[in-house]
């Protein structure tokens, strides 16, 4: 059982390699972007607070996200293992994912930086759709399906792009990334559980690499 981080700025391709590890490993994917969209389409008290912040790509309240990382870490899935993608994203939050993980006797065993350039990062959102049914993601020209306007996982064709994935938010949430979440690779550098993976390249290519560090 492994708990790992993937830390990257948007399009990175944290939700890409979150779910090839789900599938190879039996980890559970924790992605606090997933489960705000969930709040805000189900209308909760959490995500009438979030939906503006996260239409403008800015980051939501340590509070909230804090709060909805802690009931998630109460399902007993997690005891395979969870992959915490998007989170944390301020020093806040790992400063509270720790004290979360000692409470509920678990333990953190790498942090995983994925490093790629900004510049490709707009193209990456651009382009980025899901399946409608399963999640699985694609890309217009970096992941195509196999059958055009099919799913390679379940044979759907209701594809759908998020609100938020435009050039105007794409720079706002760089910005973010930068200012709030990027201190973090030092942070946990200086815990000794940082792993720095080059991730421009091949999909399938960095799928190995972190396939290597879960175990
Ligand atoms: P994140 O979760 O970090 O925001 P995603 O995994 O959603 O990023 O990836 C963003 C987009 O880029 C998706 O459309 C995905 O198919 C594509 N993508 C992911 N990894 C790569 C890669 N190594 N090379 C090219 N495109 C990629
Ligand atoms: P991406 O991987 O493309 O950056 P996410 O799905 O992780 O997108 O996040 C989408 C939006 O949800 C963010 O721009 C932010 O508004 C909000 N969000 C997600 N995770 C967090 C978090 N840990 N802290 C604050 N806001 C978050
Ligand atoms: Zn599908």
Redesign the pocket.
Known sequence: MTNLILLG???AG??TQARMLTDQHGLVQL????L??EAVAAGTQAGKA?KE??QA????S?DI?IAIVNDRLDQPDVANGVIF??????VA?AEALDELLDNKSMQLDAVVSLEVEDAAMIDR?SGRYTCGDCGEGYHDTFKVPAKDGVCDQCGSSEFKRRA?DNAATVAE?LR?YHAETAPLINYYDAKGVLKRVPAMGDIAEIGNQLSAIAG
């Open positions: 700025p948007p399009g944290k939700g992605s606090t972007g997933d705000l969209r979030a912040v996260m790509g800015g980051l939501v340590d996200v993608d998007g989170f944390p994203r301020t939050q959102i938020d949430r973010a």
